[in-house]
């Protein structure tokens, strides 16, 4: 069974930090662009970061430009978002997307998506 699983979502202070993780099963991330999509309530959802396998780029908007951080573990088929300086307004469910087109950053339909999980940032 081809999937995305995220986990690592949960409640952090303000300023606090947050690794995610998006483990693939069922075929492998090499030459894929993953991205990490984020969706606030009544919000549209958002691209927070982006890579691509076959050569490693990525890409960031620039209001998570210098908090959050992409990388990828090929040995273990898993896609990370290092996430720090969270603010209230990070608050999101958090969702991994893949697709075996490279360098699709700019896009925003993929062929594989994750189930989601919550990050709350609040005191």
């Known amino acids: 069974q081809l999937q995305l699983v995220e986990s690592g979502g949960g409640l952090v202070q303000p300023g606090g930090s947050l690794r995610l993780s998006c483990a693939a099963s069922?075929?492998?991330?090499?030459?894929?662009?993953i991205r990490w999509f984020r969706q606030a309530p009544g919000k549209e959802r958002e691209g927070v970061s982006c890579?691509?396998?076959?050569?490693?780029?990525?890409y960031y908007p620039e209001h998570v430009n210098g908090r959050f951080t992409i990388s990828i573990d090929n040995a273990k088929n898993t896609v990370y978002l290092q996430m720090d300086t969270l603010t209230p307004a990070d608050t999101a469910v958090y969702y991994c997307?893949?697709?075996?087109?490279?360098?699709?950053?700019?896009?925003?339909?993929?062929?594989?998506w994750g189930q989601g999980t919550q990050v709350t940032v609040s005191s």
């Open positions: 997307a893949a697709d075996p087109r490279t360098f699709y950053c700019a896009g925003r339909h993929f062929k594989y």
């Open positions: 069922g075929f492998s991330l090499d030459d894929y662009t």
């Open positions: 890579i691509s396998t076959s050569d490693g780029s990525t």
